[in-house]
């Protein structure tokens, strides 16, 4: 089954930093892939996924993320943190099965520093 | 419009006790989706409904079911409910299998 690992539970950078989060995925064959945001006490919203069209892949609230096949990668980025982005941050993959059965990776909370 | 709706907020159940959640989905949605988000974890896969069936399961026991009404609303049940049950529990919906997934807010179910 296909699979995502975070690479880092807490991440932390000063307002107005570049946020970077890790994520690896294994996968024999080309998975899609998801960034979802948790804000505290809600559930999940989907920042941007990847289908195999176009390798970068841009999202909401400025996030952006490139899936990188050599790398097995799909890291998160965002150019300048802002405070509200403090958050729990999900990768995410589609097993076998349609877009109802997503494994998620094992999160990773960003806290933004003013 | 409302958005994927679910109730009770929060749950306080004992050992043993049975519980039921409910969910109703975003408007023009017809799959329903339920998710086990335990502390600190991502969310896992529970079941998937549609057209009033079980399409799809993840790997938990058969204590855990539900149901899917006419109007796509959909009901998660525990059975002989276990410490280890608490956590959030998250539901899912979609138009269809090929969609992604909008998610409510969640109950927190705490089992004492």
């Known amino acids: 089954a296909q699979s995502v690992t975070q690479l880092g539970s807490h991440v932390s950078v000063s307002e107005g930093a570049l946020v970077l989060l890790r994520c690896n995925y294994s996968s024999s064959v080309p998975p899609y892939l998801f960034w979802y945001v948790q804000y505290p006490n809600q559930g999940l919203q989907l920042l941007l996924k990847y289908t195999s069209a176009a390798t970068l892949v841009k999202g909401i609230n400025g996030f952006e993320a490139e899936f990188k096949k050599s790398e097995t990668s799909f890291h998160l980025t965002k150019p300048s943190a802002h405070m509200s982005d403090a958050a729990e941050y999900f990768c995410a993959v589609i097993n076998s099965g349609g877009y109802q059965k997503v494994t998620f990776g094992t999160g990773t909370k960003l806290q933004v520093i003013p | 419009d409302a958005g994927v709706t679910q109730s009770p907020t929060h749950l306080i159940k004992t050992r043993g006790q049975q519980v039921t959640l409910r969910c109703s989905p975003k408007s023009g949605h017809d799959t329903v989706s339920w998710y086990q988000q335990a502390l600190g974890q991502g969310p896992q896969f529970i079941f998937q409904?549609?057209?009033?069936?079980?399409?799809q399961r993840g790997n938990f026991p058969d204590r855990f079911s539900g149901h899917q009404f006419p109007n796509y609303s959909s009901e998660l049940n525990v059975n002989a409910l276990l410490l280890g049950d608490s956590a959030l529990y998250l539901c899912?919906?979609?138009?269809?299998?090929?969609?992604?997934?909008?998610f409510g807010n969640g109950t927190r179910l705490t089992v004492t």
């Open positions: 899912a919906s979609s138009p269809g299998s090929q969609s992604p997934l909008h």
């Open positions: 409904y549609y057209e009033e069936e079980e399409r």
